[in-house]
């Protein structure tokens, strides 16, 4: 793209000699300097020493990282981050042409930061957990796009400023109109430029893995270095884990983390490389080091989420380890590891009753739920959701007393998914006798239907619908009459039934021919016996 001379008002003789100077520099070759050269091939070198499964010398990666003027922990990090974010970008391409070899790149310099660096500079402990806490006081709202109210998956911005959701403000424009849809402004320009930090807090706030988070296919995002070098790195930290100083296990305990969070091909790779890894993290859940045990705990999160390791993890005597954290971790934030834990390994019938049956697991959730930050909060309401799918779990819950606790939460927390997980849990246990019982009695039928009248939630509506519905078939009685006193509860289930899901319409067309059946009945006994009786109003 060149300067439109042709525009200003220039003498010719200028116009000329810009003229010239551009057909030099067509003709012009790139040069690389012979320093450039050299740094060059000793990379290459060094991956093709990866690509052999041999571990290069620490004095020849020292050497790269001096010439590229990488002295620190958090400049490697730095730069395999810029790594990351050019592997998603070529992913999100038609043409990966780049990709294994940005993939072997950044396999070069996460061996480089696992291996060279002692010391990670005092940020052991804050570098997973400040992005956490850079969106605990962001409004899920503004994740939302501004046409559909949906979470963004693509968010584009516009020349206004505003960002809307890729696919939306694009049918927006194929409609013929070329205004913000949010302000109304006439658009200069339809270009849409890609919202990429409002795309990672996105699916860090919602916990989604990105595209080239997810396990890499055959030369899309991984390379036979990649593989190669996670490999011999793997077994690095290992030996680190098991036979290296206190320091050396601190450090080796925090990449181990760091790299198991980062993709399920880490996780596996760091797995198959020694059957050792996962009982080694959880003999390191004893450490009297605060930040030492919140590693091993997340680490075994991480590794959780691949499925075989639950059986690892639950043959090597995790399932009472986790819980001892879960009630006596030295931080919150290895408790609310825990708690997560758990809520993994529920998704196995055999565990879930197992935890269940444990002295403490439950009771330990249930004091994060009371007492913890949202995160804690959050892991424990999932674990405990999960603990319901074995239905001996519901009296236990129960006679601990955790509808009094959801009550609570419901009325005090303003934080969206933490409110729709304690619905999900009401309308989980409403389904049985006794836990309907437990929430009537608790007095939770005024609360449950001020949330389907004032949230913006379709799923804590569905849930608020499920809980109303499951409580009018086991306590008919003694629940439709006061849901009928309710004037905002009919205007409420009409509006689900035009702008609900398939599901939570028809729970809601249930819920309204109970409430009508009733009225109908109320009415004809109050003329029988010549009685004046409550007029119910029928909203449409």
Known sequence: MFFPLVELDVVDELEELVDFVRKQVLKSKFGVENDDRRAMRRVLRILDQFEGGIAPESIDLKRILDYLRIERWIECNREIRFLESEIGEENLGAEKRDLGFLSSLMAFLIYCRCTLFVSIENVSNGVLEQSGEMIVGLNPDDFKCPITLEVMNDPVTISTGHTYDRSSILKWFRC????????????????????????????????????????????????????????????????????GTNEEQQKALYEIRLLSKTSIFNRSCLVEADAMLIPHLLDKLCFINPG?????????????????????????????????????????????????????????????????????????????????????????????????????NHWRVLSAGLVPILINVLKSSEKEDIITYSLAILATLA?????????????????????????????????????????????????????????YLMVALYSLLADGSSRSSKKASSLIRILHAFDEKSTFGAMASGMPQEQFVHVW
């Open 431 to 487: 389904e049985k006798f006794d836990g309907a019982m437990s929430i009537i009695t608790a007095g939770t039928l005024p609360i449950i239907v001020e949330i389907l009248s004032s949230s913006t939630s379709r799923t804590a509506k569905e849930y608020c619908v499920s809980a109303l519905l499951a409580l009018c078939m086991n306590d008919e009685a003694d629940v439709v009459p006061i849901l009928v006193k309710n004037q």
């Open 176 to 243: 013929g109109n070329h205004t913000c849809p949010k302000t109304g402004e006439r658009l200069i320009t339809v270009d849409l430029v890609p919202n990429h930090a409002m795309k990672r807090v996105i699916q860090q706030y919602y916990q989604i893995p990105s595209r080239r988070n997810r396990e890499p296919s055959p030369g899309v995002g991984s390379s036979v270095v990649a593989d190669q070098a996670m490999s011999l790195l793997a077994n690095f930290l290992i030996c680190r884990l098991g036979n």
């Open 292 to 392: 030492g045990q919140e590693n091993a705990m997340a680490a075994i999160l991480n590794f959780l989420k691949y499925s075989r390791n639950k059986t690892i993890v639950a043959e090597n005597g995790g399932l009472s380890m986790i819980i001892d954290v879960l009630n006596n971790g030295l931080k919150i934030e290895a408790r609310q590891h825990a708690a997560g834990a758990l809520f993994y390994l529920a998704s196995i019938e055999e565990y879930r009753r197992k935890i269940g049956k444990s002295s403490g697991a439950i009771a330990g959730l249930m004091d994060l739920i009371r007492d913890g930050p949202n995160r804690a909060k959050k892991n424990s309401l999932a674990a405990i959701l999960g603990f319901l799918m074995c239905h001996e």
